[in-house]
């Protein structure tokens, strides 16, 4: 069972446009979500992270949405860059709930053209 | 500040064999959480340890444990070994507390043949 869904194995996008990744997740304890990159023969890197009192949250080039009714946040990039090439990882944890587990999506590729 | 460090890299066992994976956190950092990675199947969570004790863990059989030391290091034993584990197996440390962000290491590649 996927409580954490990120529906797109891949993206593709200019060099200066908008990137957006999409996460889904299915577990209405889910109050603290997290974005995490990855480039090929490394760990993951932190982004950003949301709280579920907040609906947006910045950080330079990268916003994350959230949308609790809906149950799906979202990453924009802005400008897009070659670098941010990476496979993108959304999380979420329960965190009121007394456990200490993030549960990660699957991971969307993105590709940045220049 | 030195990140979290994995040991070995890279792995080769064969089917029924046994495998112990080391990691060390952050310093300071007193929780260490595994993920084993497969292409498709993303982060899949396999246990946390906080201050050597075991304070979740995923849907994995018994075969795939772990432990922790007094100094936060962690191990973690894969034994009986199945083709099914090859996998990209990755440690997070963090302070240990709710909302705390994961500091991954490069993680280890273990090919099972």
């Not at chain 1, 009714?69 to 944890?93: E, T, W």
């Not at chain 2, 969570?45 to 444990?65: A, C, H, I, V």
Request: aromatic content about 12%; hydrophobic content about 30%.
């Amino acid at each position: 069972d996927q409580q954490v869904k990120q529906n797109s194995p891949s993206l593709s996008v200019q060099e200066g446009r908008i990137s957006i990744l999409n996460c889904d997740y299915t577990n209405s304890m889910f109050d603290y979500f997290l974005w995490y990159k990855k480039y090929p023969a490394e760990g993951p890197t932190f982004l950003i992270s949301i709280s579920s009192i907040k609906d947006k949250n910045e950080d330079g080039r990268f916003t994350v949405f959230l949308n609790k009714s809906a149950k799906h946040l979202s990453l924009h990039i802005v400008p897009s860059q070659p670098g941010d090439s990476a496979v993108y990882f959304c999380a979420a944890s329960p965190s009121t709930s007394g456990t200490y587990k993030y549960i990660f999506g699957t991971g969307t590729r993105l590709k940045v053209l220049a | 500040k030195a990140g979290v460090t994995q040991t070995p890299r890279y792995l080769i066992k064969t089917r029924g064999q046994q495998v112990t994976l080391s990691c060390s956190p952050i310093s300071g950092h007193r929780s260490v959480s595994w993920y084993q990675q497969t292409p498709g199947q993303g982060l899949q969570f396999l246990f946390e340890y906080f201050s050597e004790t075991q304070r979740n863990k995923g849907n994995f059989p018994g075969r795939f444990s772990g432990r922790q030391f007094s100094n936060s290091r962690s191990e973690m034993n894969v034994s009986t070994l199945e083709l099914g584990d090859s996998a990209l197996y990755l440690c997070a440390s963090s302070a240990g507390g709710t909302n705390e962000k994961l500091f991954f290491g490069s993680g280890t590649q273990l090919s099972v043949l």
